[in-house]
């Protein structure tokens, strides 16, 4: 079954250094992949996607993945991390076989500390 | 623009009482959603419908009905709530694409249910 894992549960970082959130993907075909943000008590909001082309993806508030087919990841990075960008991150792909829907990695929450 | 509402933001339920989960979107999105979140497991599709008029089912679709008579409207309705329904449920739009096409959803806020 295609699926999207997302192997650590929870990341900790310090404020100023550089954060990675992992996910990997199992998906047959051309992977249409994309990140959310959920902070509390909200919905998720998107991130970024990738679709085909650049490996390196940017996004919004400076978050970019990297997409790697041969090591089927797409990761969640950022230079410098912010207090603010404490929040849970959802790895997600969408299913190519026009039922249009997404599947959900299980999330991975971020902390960064002062 | 308000993008996506939902209604309640929260409730409690006695089990085997019946609710709907009210979802409204204003982006004229074709494709709507209804997710469940529960933690340790993300989020997992419940039904979805592609436009008005057609729905299908998800992951979870037991214990769950849902309706789309026109764009704007996909209410979520149990039907005899029972205690392993608790959740936060989250109501979600996009443009349908192709199929498989890279088209964001946008989620709504919420509604978290306890069944009692």
């Known amino acids: 079954a295609q699926s999207v894992a997302q192997p650590e549960d929870q990341v900790n970082v310090a404020e100023g250094n550089p954060l990675t959130v992992k996910c990997t993907y199992s998906v047959s075909g051309n992977p249409y992949l994309f990140w959310y943000v959920q902070y509390p008590n909200r919905g998720l909001q998107f991130l970024l996607k990738?679709?085909?082309?650049?490996?390196l993806v940017k996004g919004s508030y400076g978050f970019e993945a990297e997409f790697n087919k041969s090591q089927t990841s797409f990761h969640l990075k950022k230079p410098s991390a912010l207090v603010s960008d404490s929040a849970l991150y959802f790895c997600?792909?969408?299913?190519?076989?026009?039922?249009?829907?997404?599947?959900f990695g299980t999330g991975t929450r971020l902390k960064v500390l002062a | 623009t308000a993008g996506i509402t939902q209604a309640p933001t929260s409730q409690i339920l006695a089990a085997g009482r019946s609710m709907t989960l009210r979802c409204t979107q204003d982006?004229?999105?074709?494709?709507m959603y209804w997710y469940r979140q529960d933690l340790g497991l993300g989020l997992r599709l419940i039904h979805y419908s592609n436009t008005a008029g057609t729905t299908g089912k998800g992951e979870v679709p037991d214990g769950y009905s849902v309706s789309r008579a026109n764009t704007d409207d996909f209410p979520l309705t149990l039907a005899s709530a029972v205690p392993s329904q608790t959740s936060v449920y989250f109501c979600?739009?996009?443009?349908?694409?192709?199929?498989?096409?890279?088209?964001?959803?946008?989620f709504g806020p919420g509604t978290r249910l306890t069944v009692l």
């Open positions: 979600a739009s996009s443009d349908p694409g192709l199929a498989g096409e890279a088209v964001t959803q946008y």
């Open positions: 982006m004229r999105h074709n494709a």
């Open positions: 990738y679709i085909t082309g650049d490996n």
């Open positions: 997600a792909f969408r299913e190519a076989s026009g039922t249009y829907k997404y599947i």
